[in-house]
Nanobody
Framework: VQVVESGGGLVQPGGSLRLSCAASGFTFSNFGMSWVRQAAGKRLECVAD????????YYTDSVKGRFTISRDNAKNTGYLQMNNLNTEDTAVYYC???????WGQGTQVTVSS
């Protein structure tokens, strides 16, 4: 089983990034997927999640209207499109699936001028 995030980096406030989550070794479409972030010194926070069939999504209030979660089950890949980023979005972002059993290694997102 592998869950691998990519797409993080350094971006200026107001910029955009698209995170990807490549899953393998299990039936990705059978499970919901979440993006969870952790800023330095803070608790884990689920910012978005999506059902296995993409029928329903959830966003935490601070990212509503700016972030979009999606998935392509044919490619076993999930995404997090992040727009209008601000410094409060700086964190390590993890892709989590199979009801919290599988986590990726995380990808750093830094929003700074």
């Amino acid at each position: 089983v592998q869950v691998v995030e990519s797409g993080g980096g350094l971006v200026q406030p107001g910029g955009s990034l698209r995170l990807s989550c490549a899953a393998s070794g299990f039936t990705f479409s059978n499970f919901g997927m979440s993006w969870v972030r952790q800023a330095a010194g803070k608790r884990l926070e689920c910012v978005a999640d999506i059902r296995g069939n993409a029928a329903k999504t959830y966003y935490t209030d601070s990212v509503k209207g700016r972030f979009t979660i999606s998935r392509d089950n044919a490619k076993n890949t999930g995404y997090l499109q992040m727009n209008n980023l601000n410094t409060e979005d700086t964190a390590v972002y993890y892709c989590v699936t199979r009801q919290g059993k599988y986590w990726g290694q995380g990808t750093q997102v830094t929003v700074s001028s």
